[in-house]
């Protein structure tokens, strides 16, 4: 189960820090991201982060936008700076297991992040 916190409504040029606690995988078998989507549109990357801190970000948040993770709390961070109305989307967290066993991969319920111009 993936629980997200955290999104909220911000004026552009904003920060946010999204939060999401994993309960009942084994945590560092997962790389953990972040996805956002916008109505009518396809979910699509923000950020993702593997159990050893290896990072990727989409091109539109890169340098904006950190992913982070704690092993020890089973948690995954992505700290969103310099928003843009264009940032605005539900953002779901995302755990895609690359070792061992259990489920392929868990959604989080989403959070609202709008950024006002």
């Known amino acids: 189960q993936l629980q997200a916190s955290g999104g909220g409504l911000v004026q552009a040029g904003g920060s946010l820090r999204l939060s999401c606690a994993a309960s009942?995988?084994?945590?560092?078998?997962?790389?953990m991201g972040w996805y956002r989507q916008v109505p009518g549109e396809e979910r699509e990357l923000v950020a993702r982060?593997?159990?050893?801190?290896?990072?990727n970000y989409a091109d539109s948040v890169k340098g904006r936008f950190t992913v982070s993770r704690d092993n020890s709390k089973n948690t995954v961070n992505l700290q969103m700076s310099s928003l843009k109305p264009e940032d605005t989307a539900v953002y779901y967290c995302?755990?895609?297991?690359?070792?061992?066993?259990?489920?392929?991969?868990?959604w989080g319920q989403g959070t609202q992040v709008t950024v006002s111009s």
């Open positions: 995302n755990a895609y297991r690359i070792l061992g066993t259990g489920p392929r991969e868990v």
């Open positions: 009942g995988i084994i945590f560092s078998m997962y790389m």
């Open positions: 982060i593997i159990s050893g801190g290896s990072t």
